[in-house]
Each structure stands twice: as C-alpha cells, then as structure tokens.
C-alpha cells in the first residue's frame, strides 16, 4: 500500500471509468464488465440476503480506523448476519460513495480488508458501483446460501430454550475505549481488544457444529452486533417469550473485568456492541453440548420464558431491560 | 402523504427501531424480521445482480426531483440494468443513509415511489438499511432472474451487427434543462419530458419480443443511462469492435427537435444520459424485425465495425468519438 506513485492519485485524478476498471480487478474475471452479474446458485439451495449501510463519522473514523480495517468490519458485519440466518458466504456488492479528493490508496487498503475477510470465510465482490459524495459510505449488500431446513430465524426462540453466546462480549467496546483514549493502554488484552474492534470474526465456523447437533429443529439466533442486551430483546420480541439473564455467566474477558471492574464491565458486555457473536436459543441439553463443543469462552447465560420481560439477574438484584435500550444509529 | 400528523415527525422523533419497523411494512411479510431475506430461486435460472447509488446533490436534487420520483428513478435505474441483462426484476435491497432532521413524510414518498415502480415491472424490496448521515444517499442493489441462454452481455457485439436503440434518446436532458430554467417551458413535450426524466421505464418490456426473435442466439446489449454515445463505446470496447452511429438515425423527439434545434438535440440525444433505453447489437435481419414489431421511436443508427474507432456521422461529416467521453461522476 502506497509504495505505487500511482497510489497517491485521488479518484478525481483517475476519473470513474478508471476506478471502475480498477476495482473490478477485486472481483472475478467471470462475472465483470456488464451491467450486472450472473450467477447461477446451487440446485435446492435458498438464498439469505443481507444488507448493511456504514457512514464516515458514524460507524467508522479514520481515528480509530485504519481503512484496511473498515473495509474488514464492513464485510465482517455482512458475513456475520449470513452466520446469524445459519447461512454460507457466496456473493456481496460494494457500493461506494466517496469525495474525489479520496485517496486510491484509501480505496485500496478498503478493498484490501474487504478481500482478507472474503479469503478468510468465502464469498467474492461479484458488483458494485463508486459514486462521488462529500461523505464517504459504504453499503454492503451479501448473499449467502443455505439449506432451506437449516435456516436459523430470529422467531423461534421456545419457553425453556437455553441462551447461548459464542464467545466473549465487552471485548469490541474495549478495544474502541482504548483507541479513544477512554481507558489506558495496558498491556493484558489491549490488542486483543483493538482486534475486536477492528477485525471481528463473523461466527461462521460454528456453523458445522450446530448443524450436526440440531438436525431437523427449527433455532432462533441473531448475531450481537447491536449488543448482546438488543440481541436478547429482538429474539424474544420476535418469539413472543421473555428472558432471564445470568449476568454473572456472560462472558468478559477476565482481564478487561480486571481493568474496569464488574459492573462496567457488565455494561459493556451488555450494551456495548460490534462483539459479532451468535446468540442462540437451544433446548437445554443441546445448548449444554454445543457450548461443551465449542469450549470457553461460549457459554449459557439465561434462559427464554413466558413472561414476555426480559431481566437481568445480577446476585439478588434483577432489573427489567428496558425494550427500547438496544443500541440506536438515530440518538 | 403529509395528511397524518405522524408523517410530519423526523427519524429523529421516531428513533431507529421504529423506523425500521415501519420501513419494513413495504416488504413482504415472509421476508422481514430476521437479519436477512431468505429467497429461493426457480430451479435453472442464474441470478442478475446489479448495485447503483444515488447520492443527494449528484445525482437527485430536491430542487427537480420530488422524494417520490427519487424513489422511481433510484428502482427504475437498477430495474433498466435487470432489463440490460435480459433479467425478469425479483427482489430489491434498499440501503438508506439520512440526515436525522429527515421527515417520515419525505422517505414515505421516496418508498412510494419506489414500490409504484416494483408493482409496474415486478419485484419486491425484501431488506436494507437505515442509518444516519449528513448526506442522504440511496444504495440499492436489486436481483433478477434468467434463463442462462437467455443472458444479454456487451462483448457480444460482433462486425455487423445492427445497432438497435428501443426509443427516443434526449428527452431526459430535455426534462432536466425544463426543470433547471435552461430552457423554457412549451406546451409541446414538456410534460413527457419532465416524466421522461423523473419517472423513466425501464425497458423490460421489449424483453420476451427479442428473446423470441433471438433463441440461441449471442446477444449483446447495454442500458443508455450513462448516455447513448458511452453505451455504444463500451459494447464497443468489451467487444473489440467499432461502430458507425448515423446521427440522422438517432430517434429523438420531434417537438424536442423543433424547440431547440438539429443541433442541440443531437448532442442531447447523444451524451444527455439517463434516457434508460436499451442499446442492442442484432444481425441486421433480426434488428428490422425487431423495430418493426416494437415500432417507432425504436430505430436503426448504425452497424458494427472492425475498425475499433466509434464514428458518428452527420451528412458527409464524420467525427470519431473520443471514448472517454462518457458521463463522469467525477468531474
């Protein structure tokens, strides 16, 4: 990156017709150089389509944020609603708005973080168009491809389900605290914290595993990209159940509780956001073999109810949470 | 729209949540609810997939363009690109990125419009996006299907060939000069043109003529959106040929033609842009049956050729087309 002269060209210096031609050379030859792309899915397959729309100042900042790493995060939140509806990366669009005085270089680190991610777990830029914008944004349309029996859906959470997350909450929230300078730097989990932040992991690996144990069953999950307390409300809301958290059995890395304490802790784990794990609604005995499977740090943290509340139990003290506290792009 | 006191409220009052959950009432309720649409396909056709975005002060201005012509025009642009790839519409992502001191008036009229469009030519907006920013932007990616042998695609243009235009070119540019004050309002044409211009159709309808006309048979064809003289030069380029364009030949509107000259029109006509007709490379045989059974404004304007220039001809005059000459978005 950068060491091309080319590279410090802006897009006003190239021109459209260039930049499209350059940023077609990220997609495979096959399905360029028409106004749309052809692809032809697998026989008795579905298709889960999922959009998400992110905007400079808003979800991302070159502060805290290098472009490799939007471009990573754009995608990795795309992937991460496919792992969420139990589908398989196949196909994204990038729709870029950009001032021209952005740098190719910009652009090439974005689509450098956007490639990594799709090497890492499947899928091809197969579209996409560049428009000129006095803010730079970038819609991400993905596609995946799913069994129609595998489908995983945000309504089928049943009174009884055990909840189960995928992995450590709080940790994506920390790593922004650190680069925004809100805790110190320290040397236990700081830059695993920024990773967090920076390059999620979308929990496709688990697919596989929750297959095999959950053959023929109909499972609610979503992804903890909005908080894992919004995550928790959407799938009750969408089932007609309630919940009881275990506060105490909600992942946090041991080293952040360490830095800021339980309770902050707590609420970041909670309300924080970005952490991109799966939140899921299993009966009990496969939630306790699936996070058996999957090892710390997934782990069973409450349960659905029929009391359409959902509370967080921290010791003796409960708390109602409040349906409309889930993370807001409009404050 | 603006009849309910509730319209008058901004995303602002409204909040994200309750956004969303409106915005999902213009989709079909099978689709909505989770983090992505699941959509199966008829067995045996491949997918179109196609991505545009408009962005507020570039490519649409409150000052010429009602919130519900935006929408028709944002559906129509994308649904021009199904058609230039031989694609039936399916399904439409919306990705919306707005200033939060936006009314629920202004976006229902932009979904409106949008859906007035799909109700005409098919298709359903089954996911997308909302999300805040100071510069409203519209990305919308839509989905179409097709028989494989039935996939129209630029680098098939062979030496030749006819060149088939389905209808009038500048009168988009004519609706938009009427607009901006450059020229002034007449009762010929002027409200064909403003409709021209705010409402386009997208020419899905020539379809199931030219795959009659064309079974088995290698098609290459484009959309006129970026104008007519770039669509020629890049069915040219993907194909490795040239063309020779009769200006004469090129159908534009005959009041248009009377208000402001030969001249003016024709470059209109030519480089204006957003005239969303199909451009389509036929033996010369098929073309005349072709715009005979479309009939007129559909016409002839010029023929393939080995010689890799683009030429337009005008009387004994020839001027070769510079191929960057295209609409830019970045000037």
Not at 162 to 184: D, F, N, P, Q, W
Request: with cysteine; hydrophobic share 45%.
């Amino acid at each position: 990156m950068g060491e091309s002269p080319l590279m410090n060209a802006t897009i006003a210096d190239w021109g459209e017709h260039r930049l499209l031609a350059w940023l077609q050379t990220f997609s495979p030859a096959a399905v360029v150089g028409d106004d749309g792309a052809v692809l032809t899915p697998e026989p008795g397959r579905s298709l889960v389509i999922t959009t998400d729309v992110l905007v400079a100042g808003v979800h991302f900042s070159d502060a805290t944020t290098p472009p490799d790493a939007v471009g990573w995060r754009a995608m990795a939140a795309n992937l991460s609603d496919l792992a969420a509806m139990g589908a398989t990366p196949w196909a994204v669009t990038v729709g870029l708005s950009l001032p021209p005085h952005t740098k190719i270089a910009w652009i090439e680190a974005l689509y450098g973080g956007m490639q990594r991610c799709l090497d890492r777990y499947g899928g091809a830029i197969v579209g996409g168009d560049v428009t000129r914008s006095p803010t730079p944004t970038i819609a991400i349309t993905a596609f995946g491809q799913v069994a129609p029996a595998q489908v995983l859906r945000r309504r089928e959470a049943r009174v009884g389900d055990a909840i189960v997350v995928t992995g450590y909450h709080g940790s994506a929230r920390a790593g922004l605290a650190l680069l925004l300078g809100e805790i110190g730097r320290s040397d236990e989990g700081g830059n695993r914290w920024i990773a967090a932040h920076q390059y999620p992991q979308p929990r496709l690996d688990v697919l596989p595993e929750l297959q095999k144990l959950t053959i023929g069953a109909k499972i609610a999950a979503m992804d903890s990209s909005d908080g894992l307390a919004d995550a928790v409300v959407q799938l009750c809301r969408a089932s007609g159940v309630g919940a009881v958290i275990e506060a105490a059995q909600i992942p946090i890395d041991p080293d952040l509780m360490a830095i800021i304490g339980p309770e902050q802790a707590g609420q970041w784990a909670l309300y924080g956001g970005e952490d991109f794990e799966l939140v899921l609604c299993l009966r009990p005995k496969v939630a306790a073999q699936f996070v058996e499977q999957l090892g710390p740090p997934a782990a069973i943290i409450g349960r659905i109810t029929a009391d359409p509340e959902v509370v967080i139990r921290a010791g003796h003290q409960t708390h109602s949470l409040d349906q409309a506290q889930g993370f807001q792009h409009f404050p």
